[in-house]
């Protein structure tokens, strides 16, 4: 199988891009499948730390085709910004990306009407992050959207004015003050900038790949938590973040996908509004923020903390088929006696020990086990039998639960900050 697949648990930020930065060199090919410039994916290596929002993560290592698919919503604003910063560490961006000619474009008026919900939704907002996101996929599925093919076509400029005069009416009906011409010139700066990238039919190139037996690895964006279909609706992304995802977003056939790597940290964060079953409000989700520095790679927001949540973690495993688990940041636990671990939920003194329909507008009591933390910092750690023995003991309690290998453990940032088991 040719396809392999790479994508969050929980709530996003799971370390993604960290991962997949690691994992590149056994692949040809690095493919974004939804999603857009919500996502912020860090890298760290050789002392340099980079976020992506747009670009896949395999742009660092030479050699490697990188590639947005048709699944993706493209703000040609940000893309120019990642590829500038790019440019400036001497990555051959153009060389090296190829975008579909069937992603959607974000325009200035999506990220307006996007503010506009979330200040029509007050108290009840998503906690969006504002990048236009839910807009322009309402606009794909509304069959109103533009294309990254349509900049091609001799009549962009007018499909685009018809596009932006839509939402200008939207957006007065929701009597939602704005200036929207403040960034139509670098838009149309950016749309010019991006003629010089590779526009390409991208589930061709993919097949032919296929066919030519080049490994690819789909790198998901956001977490299991945040699909529109099986997150905790509605607050939620507006694309399908799962496994099922990356065919429909890469027009690649589910016969194609080998290995389906799901990644979760050692405990659960969430950033935007929304249930969170395991949340602290104490001094330990403070302190778990702290040790991990949890602060949104996209936004700067200060990311909701709580312990991990097993009942959530085997409904994502379930969902997308997960055959091989990664699990980052446990060195953020260190130093803690007790790591509790959520177990079932506890609903109207019900016990689930299973993800049950309603979590938004249940008030849901996590039941705990308790184990044993350990004090050794395994950021310095490289070989699994250096782990210190209560860790050893939490990687197998793990495995017996969730009935899916741990293949690599993540310690830190950085790259060379991974143990592969
Ligand atoms: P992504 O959206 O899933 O790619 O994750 P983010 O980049 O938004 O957030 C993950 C954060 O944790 C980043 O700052 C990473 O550099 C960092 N990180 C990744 N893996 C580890 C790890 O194992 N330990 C620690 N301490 N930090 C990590
Ligand atoms: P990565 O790929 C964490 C959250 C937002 C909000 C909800 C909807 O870095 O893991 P949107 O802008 O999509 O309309 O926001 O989803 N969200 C993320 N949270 N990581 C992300 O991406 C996210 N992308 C969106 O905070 O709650
Ligand atoms: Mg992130």
Known sequence: MSVDVLLGLQWGDEGKGKIVDVLTPKYKVVARFQGGPNAGHTLEFEGIKHVLHTIPSG??????????????????????????ALIALNVDVNAHLFISRK?????????????????GKGKEKIGSTLRGIGPTYMDKTGRNGLRVGDIEASDFKERYVKLRYKHLELLRQMNYEHTAEADEAIFFEAIEAMRKLNFVDSEHLLNQHIKEKKQILAEGAQGSLLDIDFGSYPFVT?????????????GIAPGHIGKVYGIFKAYCTRVGSGPFPTELND????????????????????????????????????INGVTDLIMTKPDVLCGFDIIKVCTAYK????????????????II???????????????????????????????????KELEVPISIVSVGPDRKQTIIR
């Not at 992603?103 to 200040?119: G, N, V, Y």
């Not at 973040?241 to 977003?249: E, F, H, N, V, Y």
């Not at 989700?285 to 700067?300: L, M, P, V």
């Open 59 to 84: 742009i660092f290592h030479k050699e490697i085709e990188n590639i947005v698919g048709n699944g993706v919503v493209i703000d040609p604003i940000t893309l120019q910004k990642e590829i500038k």
């Open 103 to 119: 992603a959607h474009l974000i325009i200035p008026t999506h990220r307006l009407l996007d503010a506009a919900s979330e200040a």
């Open 238 to 250: 507006s694309s399908n973040t799962i496994s099922a995802g990356a065919c429909t977003g890469l």
């Open 283 to 318: 001094e330990t989700g403070e302190a778990i923020r702290k040790a991990g520095n949890e602060f949104g790679a996209t936004t700067g927001r200060p990311r909701r903390c709580g312990w991990l949540d097993l009942p959530a973690l085997k409904y994502t495993i379930m």
């Open 347 to 362: 609903i109207d003194g019900k016990v689930y020990d299973y993800f049950p329909y309603d979590i938004v507008n249940s």
């Open 365 to 399: 009591e996590p039941i705990y086990k308790e184990v044993k933390g350990w004090k050794q910092d395994l950021m310095p750690v490289r070989a699994e039998k250096d782990f210190p023995v209560n860790f050893k003991n939490y990687i197998s309690y793990l495995e």
